[in-house]
């Protein structure tokens, strides 16, 4: 497989439930990163990890946790969730230099969540 | 604060040429990239700038005046799968990407 990899491409969960999302890159990067897309708004940043190290969060719910085992897998954990949190998630990929973001985003194709 | 505005949707000919603009403000200035999306898709890397000019690359260009706070991404020929929304995003001094609505662009036969 090349390039950014996300599953499920679709989930639907209750406001109970606990479910993760998963990204693995097989570009080499060394920076992974969460965006929430919805509709006709602007990409938002949720949650950077540079070298498996978290070095951004936009003031995410605690509802949304992130995880980064390693520089190739990424995962979002989600527990009792709202339903204004339904969006397309999306997860990138960069390779970034010491002074900062050097490179281009690669995405993957997105997780489409509903919360009932 | 950060802002970007770019039109929310354009319609445009097959076969004629588009530009889509994009005026931003930014805390510090390090490049612009320019991202396709098809509907459903993820968005792809099209274009940087980060010097004022026009980069070409094919059949799209883009333009950045720095001292303007203004790009625009050109598209000539167009094509039926040129309809996508095309999203602005200048990087700030922290190189963090400050991303645009998307301009959503609707090519008729």
């Known amino acids: 497989e090349t390039g950014v990899t996300q599953t499920p491409r679709h989930l639907v969960m209750g406001m109970t439930n606990k479910k993760s999302l998963k990204c693995e890159q097989h570009?080499?990067?060394?920076?992974m990163y969460w965006y929430k897309q919805s509709a006709k708004k602007p990409l938002e940043l949720m949650f950077v990890?540079?070298?498996?190290?978290?070095?951004e969060n936009n003031s995410v719910p605690s509802r949304f946790s992130p995880e980064c085992p390693n520089s190739s897998h990424l995962f979002l954990h989600l527990h009792t969730l709202q339903p204004e949190d339904s969006a397309l998630y999306l997860c990138?990929?960069?390779?970034?230099?010491?002074?900062?973001?050097?490179?281009?985003?690669?995405f993957g194709e997105g997780s489409r969540l509903t919360v009932l | 604060g950060q802002n970007i505005d770019q039109p929310t949707e354009m319609t445009a000919t097959e076969g004629a040429i588009v530009q889509i603009n994009c005026t931003y403000q930014?805390?510090?200035?390090?490049?612009l990239f320019w991202y396709q999306q098809h509907a459903g898709e993820a968005p792809t890397f099209l274009s940087y700038?980060?010097l004022d000019g026009l980069e070409e690359k094919g059949r799209f260009s883009s333009f950045l005046s720095r001292s303007k706070g203004y790009s625009y991404l050109l598209l000539k020929e167009l094509q039926m799968k040129d309809s996508a929304s095309y999203l602005c995003?200048?990087?700030?001094?922290?190189?963090?990407?400050?991303w645009g609505a998307g301009t959503k662009l609707i090519i008729k036969p």
């Open positions: 990138a990929s960069s390779q970034e230099g010491p002074g900062g973001h050097t490179g281009e985003l690669f």
């Open positions: 570009l080499g990067h060394n920076a």
């Open positions: 990890y540079n070298f498996k190290e978290q070095t």
């Open positions: 930014t805390s510090g200035f390090n490049g």
């Open positions: 700038n980060v």
């Open positions: 995003a200048p990087m700030d001094s922290n190189y963090q990407l400050i």
